[in-house]
């Protein structure tokens, strides 16, 4: 592992996604004078210069400040999808479409993006194709969701698919390169306590079938970690395990794992 040059601004639960050689930021909570704000200041990182550049000036900022939001990428367009608002607001239902060559935020088809069927805080989300799905995800914190969609940006259209087979938050999803799965990983389960417990669940969903297969499960449950699909691995990075009664309290790791799938 090597350090990097920090962000220009600490930042909790952005999302973030490379394109073309460069990493963009979104979103997050900030701290300023001990005030915590939402922050719509994208931010842009150039890794073979090990500096934050902002797009050469000046980001196009996210129109949509939030936090634990969620992100994919299609044809070089960053989507930005869900996330949460200051409480007492509602979790938001929007999703936004951002052109790093442009440094404009742009329609899906020929208008604005169409809404998500509900307000959901870190659904786990991914591209597959020219589609983007989305499964699980939180409402205010204290609800853990099964439902499953597909996105067509073009069409502008979200559609139901089968629901996860345990209802989760704050997981994390790849797109499978080959055999065109949506895997998920981890995440906050219902366990009775208002933060609920952790999962080691592993799914996979096949969108020709629209079904669900739980595969192997993780080492250790987790949730709030990064998931990333390599050579035909699922590699998970750190993230957030519990304690031994798993009730919701535990521990940040540093932990990297890596899982091969046929």
């Known amino acids: 592992w090597q350090a990097m040059a920090p962000m220009p601004q600490a930042r909790y639960a952005p999302t973030a996604q490379a394109v073309d050689g460069r990493i963009y930021v979104f979103g997050g909570e900030v701290q300023e004078e001990g005030v915590t704000t939402l922050t719509s200041v994208v931010l842009e990182y150039d890794p073979e210069q090990d500096t934050w550049r902002n797009c050469d000036g000046v980001c196009a900022p996210l129109p949509t400040a939030r936090y634990l939001a969620s992100s994919a ?17 509602p979790d938001l239902d929007v999703i936004e479409a951002f052109d790093p060559l442009l440094n404009t935020w742009v329609d899906c088809g020929n208008s604005a993006c169409a809404t998500l069927p509900e307000g959901l805080q870190a659904p786990a989300v991914a591209a597959l194709g020219d589609s983007l799905l989305m499964a699980g995800g939180g409402v205010a914190g204290f609800a853990f969701l099964a439902d499953a969609y597909r996105f067509d940006p073009q069409a502008n259209t979200w559609t139901t698919l089968t629901g996860l087979i345990t209802g989760r938050s704050s997981l994390q999803a790849v797109g499978t390169v080959g055999n065109g799965r949506f895997l998920v990983s981890g995440g906050r389960v219902d366990g009775g306590a208002v933060t609920g417990s952790f999962s080691e669940r592993v799914d996979a969903y096949d969108p020709d079938l629209d079904f669900w297969t739980r595969l192997e499960d993780l080492s250790l449950p987790r949730s709030d970690h990064a998931a990333v699909w390599l050579d035909g691995a699922l590699l998970v990075i750190g993230g957030y395990f519990p304690d031994e009664n798993n009730d919701g309290v535990g521990e940040v790791r540093a932990l990297v794992e890596a899982r091969v799938f046929d």
Not at 77 to 85: E, F, Q, R, T
Request: net charge negative; glycine share 18%; proline share 12%.
């Open 73 to 89: 990428v299609i044809d070089g367009i960053v989507y930005v999808l869900g996330g949460a608002a200051p409480y007492p607001e």
